[in-house]
């Protein structure tokens, strides 16, 4: 029987109450948006699998709560749970670039920011689809490439490596080493 997956990445969203990391996983891993706004309790997650330079990838993308009065919870889950090792690949994520008269971040900044931290930038519109497939596509191709050059020889067991993304403009929330 073939593996149903190559790699098994797992992703972090966190950032702050309200940024939209619940409707960008569900825009990834569903293609589906809703304008109700509900907030996350704890910790969930979405899994979709990606097609990456010929390697199926699967992606669970795990969303994190964003309000203060979660963050004991979601903080020992990064500790529990996730590698933030050093070398751990992430990304910023500016969202509801489709709201540009709400805009909280210039996109100069954001970039600057990314650059700061030699990370790459996307602004995403979980509502229009703008740039969400590409902003989880790149990170997982960067893991991809990351954990062949770390990997000598091919196992029968897919892999399986934890990251973490971040989203919005606060820095002590996009690192947690």
Not at 114 to 135: C, L, P
Request: proline content about 1%.
């Amino acid at each position: 029987m073939a593996k149903a997956y190559d790699h098994l990445f797992k992703l972090l969203l966190i950032g702050d109450s309200g940024v939209g990391k619940t409707c960008l996983i569900i825009r990834f891993a569903e293609d589906n948006f809703n304008n109700t706004y509900i907030s996350t309790i704890g910790i969930d997650f979405k899994i979709r699998t990606v097609d990456i330079d010929g390697k199926k990838i699967k992606l669970q993308v795990w969303d994190t709560a964003g309000q203060e009065r979660f963050k004991t919870i979601t903080t020992a889950y990064y500790r529990g749970a996730m590698n933030a090792s050093a070398g751990v690949e992430r990304l910023l994520l500016g969202n509801k670039c489709d709201m540009e008269a709400k805009r909280k971040v210039q996109k100069e900044q954001a970039n600057k920011l990314a650059q700061e931290h030699g990370i790459r930038f996307f602004e995403t519109s979980a509502k229009s689809s703008m740039n969400v497939d590409e902003a989880f596509s790149s990170l997982a191709r960067d893991i991809l490439l990351k954990s062949g050059s770390r990997r000598s020889g091919n196992s029968n067991k897919p892999s399986s490596t934890d990251l973490k993304t971040c989203d919005k403009k606060n820095t002590n929330k996009c690192s947690l080493g």
